[in-house]
């Protein structure tokens, strides 16, 4: 079975799996039962001083049926006395000593860094993550991605903690920037061993219909906060993946968002992760789903013949890339397969509305549409809207066209196949 | 290991609950809500981590789903397509609270169990070698439970059964439409696939071989013989041809063939899953009249109702507050004379009555064998069965007792989890633990 021993900027623990800073991770008896049931690593619930949280504090998108796709948060920072998060992280750390503790933190002044860093370290947390990225509540307050979205504060702060640190220092960084790849170039030139990404997105999760106040009702009121869970992963895989291929960047990242499963992790990982952390899945299913995690990602790595983590660690990097270097002669059409078709034609009326009109009912009377080849272009809409796993691939069409990328057809002429379904 | 002829009577059923193909499953497992201490988990008697196996399924982990289903319960195999899930763990889903359609946990599991059978993964290695033995009595549910088990502590293990064919009452009892004898033979060639299980078939205990030898060769012993014969019903004209009993029966048609072409009238006497059964084979095999005289009411029957209701869709007929008194035939059975009872299941004097029938089978228990372990001091029964502690000890010290022979006669799933646990005791005992 493939070693999952995770190394985030000489952070170890047994596996990459940790959890997120955040409610699952608010106290000792927590993080305990978290390791006990396979967490590999914990980053506390954040570190400053302690606020005051409202009620209620959460909000989730129901869609189809599934509650939680999307999930939103205006609880803040730790609520609970420093002495007795640190005498937790003491008494936990002790308990299990082969996992990984990180103290988040969230603090203004030089002095009250350095204050905190020295305390994390006593209680024997094995690294920092610095909290740039809370986009509510404490953002107003000057800290959290007030920091994280002026990459000088960042860098000048993460070089304070850095002077101050002898363990491994993380910055989080909030998505809420019209570009990450500054900040976190600004936390590596702040001397950071590494960033853990994305922190919630600033969001507004609905609005309670029947009184007119925004979600989630505090009284009769209600605040702007994070958005997070399995909505959010395309935003932190690009995120990631953004920085990984930055040939700037050079330090390692401990992916975040919306991951839920073996899978999810093991696409943050193959974009260049070194350790994953999760918060809204815990919340609404527990600790338990880790089993499955390890389990599906060993496998996984069992079957690509690799026998370590580090082996996956950014290898689908190399093959994201800009939209200029995409081979436009390449070329796939949609395939039904008839015995698979249960008739819905979700794909036909897709196709018709949403895309390029080229599925057809079909003339038989059966209720298996057809596909006009010659208008396909392959853009994946039906394959995304069939319910039966398989029964619409993607084919790739050998149309004798050597490839071509609109870069090489700019500035070298090269050939590009005839468009389709452009009329 | 014996091999069973191809041409078995009860090739002609198929699956009463079809396999699910991989987008059903998902589709299936993405419904279930991975409650927090299930009640699915406790209504299993094995305590599988169903919740934990079925998000394995809609993440993908296929081989992960099975293992955990495996961990719990090594027949998980044909415990998906035997069990009565509907009153176990898909009676208990909390859909139900709901009004919404249960979780079909026994099709997930199959689909699991299957998968790992299909692509050969066997999970678990054999224990270093412990130099103990362990005799195991019956190669059904139970004694395979319990030497699988044992071999994956490093102990050695002898199974011994006096039937040619592996796999209990799982091989030759279970109602072809939930699974057939090969698969159950299949199933035993899965879980031998552990190595260092020795089996010797054809041999009873005790006969060709005794308790004394038994012990004189072996370190500990776990009983798992099952149950006796088909229970008679003394009536005139018990000898005739054409009355048989139902476990005995069902057992022929599933190892091989029966001409059933000249029965026009068959009738199962009793109330019970046996009886059921054999009404819906019958039905299967082509009887065109199948009657099941039962002396109680519907409501009374100790079947599952919704095995009833299955046969009731199938064209099986009753006749409920009816007791057999008699045969009539000359030498070969034509008609069964009953008796109507009261709602006391007393008869009710005068209303004999004749029901045609050129085939009978009797289907109103099984004896119990406690009497084979008369040459055991200490090991005691009570009406038949085995008496044991929670984990299967009998009286008599390194003798465990577990399945059909220690619980009269309930499920697959319950012998495998008292060999089970058994083998937890067993394995502790040797070991000099608790």
């Known amino acids: ?423 | 290991m014996s091999k069973l002829p191809p041409d078995r009577a009860e090739g002609v059923f198929v699956d009463f609950k079809p396999a699910y193909t991989p987008a059903q499953a998902v589709v299936e497992a993405n419904r279930c809500l991975f409650c927090y201490d299930a009640p699915c988990i406790k209504a299993c008697p094995t305590s599988i981590d169903i919740p934990q196996f079925i998000r394995k399924i809609a993440t993908g982990n296929v081989e992960g789903s099975a293992r955990t289903i495996f961990d719990s319960n090594i027949l998980g195999m044909s415990c998906a397509r035997v069990c009565p899930v509907e009153v176990l763990c898909v009676g208990d889903c909390v859909y139900n609270e709901m009004g919404v359609p249960p979780i079909q946990i026994g099709k997930l599991q199959r689909y699991s169990t299957d998968a790992a059978y299909e692509a050969g993964w066997t999970f678990y290695e054999a224990g270093e070698s412990t130099g103990k033995s362990v005799a195991v009595v019956g190669a059904g549910p139970a004694g395979l439970a319990v030497a699988h088990r044992l071999r994956r502590f490093g102990h050695a293990v002898t199974i011994y059964d006096k039937r040619s064919v592996v796999g209990g009452l799982n091989t030759t009892g279970v109602a072809p439409y939930k699974m057939k004898a090969d698969r159950s033979v299949d199933e035993v060639e899965w879980v031998l696939g552990i190595g260092g299980i020795d089996l010797k078939l054809g041999v009873s205990v005790p006969g060709d071989v005794s308790w004394a030898e038994l012990e004189d060769q072996h370190d500990a012993v776990f009983l798992g013989f099952g149950l006796g014969p088909d229970s008679v019903l003394d009536a005139p004209g018990a000898d005739l041809d054409g009355i048989e009993g139902a476990v005995a029966f069902i057992e022929r048609f599933k190892l091989g063939g029966v001409d059933l072409s000249s029965i026009r009238n068959a009738v199962v006497i009793g109330g019970g899953n046996t009886a059921i059964d054999a009404v819906r084979e019958l039905v299967g095999l082509g009887v065109q009249n199948v009657k099941m005289i039962y002396r109680g009411t519907e409501s009374r029957m100790s079947g599952y109702a919704h095995e009833w209701k299955a046969a009731k869709q199938e064209g099986v007929r009753v006749v409920w507050q009816a007791q057999p008194v008699a045969y009539q035939g000359e030498g070969h059975v034509t008609a069964v004379t009953c008796v109507r009872m009261d709602d006391a299941k007393q008869p009710i004097p005068g209303s004999e009555h004749d029901i045609a029938a050129d085939l009978v089978l009797l289907a109103v228990g099984q004896a119990k064998l406690g009497e084979l372990v008369a040459g055991l001091d200490g090991v005691e029964t009570q009406w038949g069965r085995i008496v044991t502690d929670d984990d299967g000890a009998t009286g008599r010290a390194g003798v465990w007792a577990g399945g059909d022979c220690r619980n009269g006669g309930k499920e697959v799933v319950n012998g495998v989890a008292e060999g089970r646990d058994a083998a937890e005791a067993i394995h502790a005992y040797l070991t000099g633990g608790a």
């Open chain 1, 1 to 423: 079975m493939a070693d999952l021993t995770s190394n985030t900027a000489g952070i170890i623990s047994p596996n990459p799996f940790w959890l997120a800073s955040a409610p699952p991770a608010n106290s000792g008896d927590q993080v305990q039962r978290a390791f006990d049931a396979g967490w590999g690593g914990a980053v506390w619930k954040t570190l400053g001083t302690p606020i005051q949280n409202v009620s209620s504090r959460f909000g989730a998108i129901r869609w189809r049926g599934n509650n939680g796709v999307g999930f939103n948060n205006i609880e803040l920072i730790t609520d609970r006395p420093l002495e007795v998060n640190f005498r937790e992280i003491y008494e936990t750390k002790k308990k299990y000593p082969k996992h990984a503790i990180i103290a988040s933190l969230m603090v203004e002044t030089r002095e009250e860094w350095r204050e905190m860093i020295k305390r994390s370290e006593d209680a024997g947390a094995d690294g920092l993550e610095l909290n740039f990225g809370c986009p509510h509540g404490m953002c107003e307050r000057g800290m959290g991605s007030a920091v994280g979205q002026e990459p000088k504060v960042n860098e000048r702060i993460t070089s304070w903690a850095k002077e101050f640190a002898n363990i491994p220092v993380l910055v989080k960084l909030t998505p809420n920037v019209g570009d990450i790849l500054p900040h976190g170039l600004a936390a590596q030139a702040g001397g950071a061993d590494g960033v853990s990404l994305i922190n919630t997105i600033k969001s507004i999760i609905g609005v309670d219909l029947d009184n007119l106040v925004p979600q989630p009702v505090v009284g009769n009121q209600s605040t702007n906060g994070g958005y997070c869970g399995a909505a959010v992963r395309p935003i932190a895989l690009h995120m990631v993946a953004a920085l990984s291929r930055d040939p700037r960047f050079q330090i390692p990242i401990s992916g975040i968002g919306g991951i839920t499963n073996w899978r999810d992790a093991a696409e943050f990982i193959a974009l260049g992760s070194s350790s994953v952390q999760v918060c809204t899945e815990v919340m609404l299913r527990g600790y338990r789903i880790v089993e499955d995690m390890i389990e599906g990602l060993e496998q996984y790595l069992a079957s690509q013949g690799m026998s370590r983590l580090d082996q996956l660690v950014g290898a689908a990097v190399p093959r994201y890339t800009e939209w200029g270097h995409l081979d436009l002669n390449y070329e796939s059409i949609a395939k039904i397969n008839a015995d698979a078709c249960i008739g819905c034609q979700l794909c036909m009326v897709a196709c018709h509305d949403g895309a390029h009109q080229c599925i057809h009912p079909n003339p038989d009377g059966t209720r298996v549409p057809v596909i006009d080849e010659s208008e396909c272009v392959g853009c994946n809409l039906c394959q995304i809207v069939c319910p039966v796993p398989d029964c619409i691939s993607m084919v790739e069409v050998d149309n004798g066209y050597t490839p071509a990328t609109w870069n090489q057809h700019v500035s070298d002429g090269a050939t590009l196949r005839p468009k389709k379904g452009a009329h």
